[in-house]
């Protein structure tokens, strides 16, 4: 049965202190999508079973804008529907509701309170952190950014964007085309939801410059198993080579890292996705590190470390601008080198490539044991 309600946004790696966005819910068919409704509460001043605002100074209000939001919306879907039990997805009533919502409210949807929105309904952290620094952008970009509307945003306007990130901290272009790539897809979540028809990125580019190579030749990757290194440099170098030993396993993911046996599973951070492999007798001898990367507090202040000496130890070899990346890198390039399939190497990097070939294809994850046996064996070949 579709169904209406308010819902406070539990997201992961919130605290109790934090803001979150009070949305309304369109569930149908064990279905549930969200539409924020530009107010922020915090855990403790929602009721939910209830369905009103509590512990806060404007309590009141608050749950009375919320329930006229609410009110609205189911009696726009009662008018749509004419009353009657319908078989409709959940996607597809916000999509009406919205719509219909927008079109009464006579299109005055802003730009700025929708992407907060859509930002808070992300679940993972970093992804928000990304939202969230674009926003902190177009404050800066546009004074009046709160009353800029979706079909305010022109062609021109993003071009002006483009040009004043270039201009203030962000001359790459790959990182501004973060920041636009954001804007894009906040536009088209906006179009989904019914908020706007307008799309000024229709006939504007977003650029991207190939990255620079990041791989270590296999000769100087040998070289690097022969420094002397002594402290944290000592552990630099082995916490790399571990990650190359583990696929070029990603740091985050490393720094989370725990084994058991002669496995590694674990799910990787940026994609969710469960990942399994053998551990290989090369890694199992470098494990130790772990101890050492678990005195750092988090993923960040890990990194710096990593990449300051890094940056040392490849000016010994030859790659002063070595960084935690190199080692992921280095490994597919040798796979390639090896004539290791492209298949083969994308399952290893843990790469969502899924077609709908694939879901008829259970794929043999010996391969990536048997890929990484080989890559591990050709670069310590004259190490034995």
């Given at each position: 049965m579709a169904r209406i309600a308010l819902k406070l946004y539990n997201n992961v790696g919130y605290s109790?202190?934090?803001?979150?966005?009070?949305?309304?819910?369109?569930?149908?068919?064990?279905?549930?999508?969200?539409?924020?409704?530009?107010?922020?509460?915090r855990q403790n001043q929602w009721d939910s079973k209830k369905q009103m605002v509590v512990h806060h100074p404007d309590a009141s209000s608050l749950t009375l804008k919320a329930n006229r939001i609410l009110l609205s919306a189911q009696?726009?879907?009662?008018?749509?529907?004419?009353?009657?039990?319908?078989?409709?997805?959940?996607?597809?009533?916000?999509?009406?509701?919205?719509?219909?919502?927008?079109?009464?409210?006579?299109?005055?949807?802003?730009?700025?309170?929708?992407?907060?929105?859509?930002?808070?309904?992300?679940?993972?952290?970093?992804?928000?952190?990304?939202?969230?620094?674009?926003?902190?952008?177009?404050?800066?970009?546009?004074?009046?950014?709160?009353s800029v509307l979706f079909d305010n945003v022109t062609q021109i306007w993003l071009r002006q964007f483009d040009k004043w990130l270039s201009e203030h901290g962000c001359p790459s272009v790959n990182g501004r085309s973060v920041h636009l790539r954001n804007l894009r897809t906040v536009f088209n979540a906006a179009i989904d939801d019914g908020i706007t028809t307008n799309y000024p990125f229709r006939k504007f580019h977003i650029?991207?410059?190939?990255?620079p190579d990041r791989f270590i030749k296999v000769e100087s990757l040998r070289a690097i198993l022969n420094l002397e290194l002594?402290?944290?440099?000592?552990?630099?170098?082995?916490?790399?080579?571990?990650?190359?030993?583990?696929l070029g396993i990603n740091m985050a993911?490393?720094?989370?890292?725990?084994?058991?046996?002669?496995?590694?599973?674990?799910?990787?951070?940026?994609?969710?996705?469960?990942?399994?492999?053998?551990?290989?007798?090369?890694a199992q001898k470098l494990l130790y590190v772990l101890d050492w990367?678990?005195?750092?507090?988090?993923?960040?202040?890990?990194?710096?470390?990593?990449?300051r000496s890094l940056k040392r130890i490849g000016s010994m070899i030859g790659y002063p601008e070595m960084t935690t990346y190199y080692a992921?890198?280095?490994?597919?390039?040798?796979?390639a080198q090896l004539d290791i399939p492209k298949e083969t190497i994308s399952k290893a990097l843990g790469h969502s490539t899924e077609?709908?070939?694939?879901?008829?294809?259970?794929?043999?994850?010996?391969?990536?044991?048997?890929?990484?046996?080989?890559?591990?064996?050709y670069v310590l070949m004259h190490n034995r």
């Open positions: 109790s202190h934090s803001l979150r966005t009070l949305a309304l819910a369109f569930s149908s068919q064990s279905k549930t999508v969200y539409a924020p409704t530009g107010i922020q509460l009696e726009v879907f009662l008018r749509l529907t004419g009353g009657m039990n319908m078989e409709i997805d959940a996607k597809q009533m916000r999509e009406i509701v919205m719509r219909e919502l927008n079109k009464e409210s006579g299109g005055t949807k802003f730009l700025i309170n929708y992407m907060i929105g859509y930002m808070e309904t992300c679940s993972k952290k970093s992804t928000r952190s990304v939202y969230n620094s674009t926003i902190s952008r177009l404050k800066q970009f546009c004074p009046t950014i709160n650029r991207n410059e190939k990255t002594h402290g944290n440099d000592l552990y630099a170098r082995d916490c790399f080579l571990l990650s190359f030993y583990l993911d490393l720094f989370l890292l725990q084994v058991s046996g002669t496995k590694v599973i674990y799910d990787r951070q940026k994609t969710g996705k469960r990942y399994e492999f053998r551990l290989q007798p090369e990367v678990s005195h750092y507090k988090n993923t960040h202040s890990f990194l710096i470390m990593m990449n992921r890198y280095t490994w597919a390039t040798i796979a077609t709908v070939t694939d879901t008829y294809i259970v794929f043999d994850h010996s391969k990536v044991d048997k890929a990484n046996r080989q890559v591990i064996d």
